[in-house]
C-alpha cells in the first residue's frame, strides 16, 4: 500500500513552534487535495488542515491564525507550520491526500501517512 513520508513532529514547549512535513511518491502522481488530521488520546480523529491544487485551504478553527498549510505541488508535498502551540495539540498528525476533497474532510482519504507525534509539555 502507497504511504505518504512525513517528518517532523516531537516536542515542544507551550507557545513554541513545530513544522510537519509530508511527501508523496512521485510515482503515484499529484493530489487535489492534501491535508493533515490528528488524534489525541480518547478523542475523535480531526481535521487539522486541507490545502487543494488551487491553494484554497480550511483549517480546525481551534488552530486558525496560528497554523498554516502550504504545499509544492511539483514535489507533491505538503507542510504544516504550527505556532503557539498548546498543551491541547498533543497528538498523532497524519498527512493524508486523495483527489477528492470530501474524502479529506471526512477523514476518509485514500492515502496516508504512518502518523507523527507532536508533543506540548512544559
Known amino acids: 500500500q502507497v504511504q505518504l513520508v512525513e517528518s517532523g513532529g516531537g516536542s515542544v514547549q507551550p507557545g513554541g513552534s513545530l513544522r510537519l512535513s509530508c511527501a508523496a511518491p512521485e510515482s503515484i502522481g499529484s493530489f487535489y487535495a492534501m491535508g493533515w488530521h490528528r488524534q489525541a488520546p480518547g478523542k475523535q480523529h480531526e481535521l487539522v488542515a486541507v490545502?487543494?491544487?488551487?491553494?484554497?485551504?480550511k483549517y480546525l478553527d481551534s488552530m486558525e491564525g496560528r497554523t498554516t498549510i502550504s504545499r509544492d505541488g511539483a514535489k507533491n508535498t505538503v507542510t504544516l507550520q504550527m505556532n503557539s502551540l498548546k498543551p491541547e495539540d498533543t497528538a498523532v498528525y497524519y498527512c493524508n491526500a486523495d483527489d477528492r476533497l470530501s474524502r479529506i474532510l471526512r477523514g476518509t482519504s485514500e492515502y496516508w501517512g504512518q502518523g507523527t507525534q507532536v508533543t506540548v509539555s512544559s
Open positions: 490545502i487543494t491544487r488551487d491553494l484554497n485551504t
